[in-house]
């Protein structure tokens, strides 16, 4: 990270020592402070702050006791631009399509403008710097947000949300995913329905939140299903068409192959097709797929792509609509959400031949 990130527009001086009233230039007078200090949670701060009911007046004197001490000013929303600015590691495919789409539409719902950025996946210094600089009202930023990224825009007054983030974050982080276990379960349990025994998984990265939470979902369908989940059938690898294929030529050249396959992303399942037509099977005649996201080019594919469908349109409306709810400086209704995944049945699953 470049740069440090402070609130000389809030205040003057650091905050002030709980025991002496010492000024601490070190730490920036921000609403999480007030928080940390008064033992409360940030909500709570920012109802205070902006007048709002449902707090206790013992907690609303200390707040307001603490933001007098500490010299915080509310941040002027002419410091702020009317734009929410929506930050992605990699702008590269179809799946970001569907997330611009929704947050556009929320955009142009509150006549507020639309800023994209991309930081760079493998970045060792992200320009965070430049966003907080440019000071939108709120950010929005896609599968993950650092710790000292999350200091950075807290000290500058800017809200954020992570979309369908990609590790654990704290309690009191909002955002926005997808139901992502269950997804996985109803992938699997479909192919077991159609009497597959023998069935692989084709993850993502082990360090990926949603991929594991996949992975998970495949598991439970298995044990339910009273089928061993082999070792040998799960293979992690990168969310692309060219890591999904070399996946599953592994697979299929197996002495005792798969019937099945499920693909932790529909990128991947497009490999799987790839891998296939090499191995001369024909699915789903030779080879059942499904995978997840539901993009939607896999409508169009042949055969047609059963698949998880991934409500990514509706999952960047409800971040969005979050974002800005938090960019006027009220409180969120609820700090997580998870939308419900779906099934889409198509015509690349189909009974396992006798």
Avoid at 22 to 34: E, L, M
Avoid at 79 to 87: A, D, P
Avoid at 250 to 255: F, G, I, M, R, V
Wanted: glycine letters at 8%; one cysteine or more; proline letters at 6%.
């Amino acid at each position: 990270m470049t740069g440090k990130a402070t609130l000389a527009d809030n205040a003057a001086d650091g905050p002030a020592d709980h025991e002496s009233g010492r000024s601490d230039s070190s730490r920036p007078v921000t609403i999480a402070y007030i928080a940390e200090s008064a033992g409360v949670s940030v909500p709570t701060v920012s109802k205070v702050i902006n007048g709002k009911s449902g707090v206790s007046a013992d907690t609303r004197a200390k707040v307001e006791e603490l933001v007098n001490r500490y010299g915080y000013r509310k941040p002027s929303g002419a410091n702020r631009s009317n734009v929410v600015e929506l930050v992605f590691r990699e702008l590269k495919d179809m799946w970001a399509v569907e997330i611009i789409r929704g947050v556009e539409r929320v955009a142009r719902r509150h006549r507020v403008g639309l800023m994209v950025s991309e930081f760079g996946l493998h970045d060792a210094t992200p320009t965070w710097d430049d966003t907080v600089s440019r000071r939108p009202n709120c950010v929005l930023s896609v599968a993950q947000l650092s710790a000292v990224e999350r200091e950075q825009l807290r000290a500058k007054g800017i809200p954020f949300v992570v979309f369908d983030p990609t590790t654990e974050l704290p309690d009191d982080v909002p955002f926005v995913g997808a139901t992502n276990w269950s997804g996985g379960r109803a992938a699997t349990r479909h192919l077991t329905e159609l009497g597959h025994r023998r069935i692989a998984m084709i993850s993502g990265p082990q360090d990926v939140l949603c991929c594991c939470a996949r992975l998970d979902g495949y598991r439970s369908a298995m044990r339910a299903a009273g089928l061993p989940v082999d070792p040998e059938l799960v293979v992690h690898t990168e969310l692309t068409r060219e890591d999904g294929c070399a996946a599953a030529r592994s697979l299929l050249a197996l002495p005792e192959r798969p019937t099945a396959i499920f693909t932790a992303n529909d990128l991947q399942a497009l490999g799987v097709y790839q891998a296939a037509r090499e191995a001369g099977m024909r699915i789903p005649d030779d080879l059942s797929v499904v995978g997840f996201d539901d993009l939607p080019v896999v409508a169009w594919v042949d055969p047609p792509l059963t698949t998880v469908h991934q409500p990514l349109t509706e999952m960047a409306v409800a971040a969005t609509e979050l974002a800005l709810t938090l960019g006027r400086g009220e409180a969120a209704p609820q700090v997580g959400l998870e939308i419900a995944t779906t099934l889409t049945v198509r015509a690349s699953t189909a009974p396992l031949k006798d």
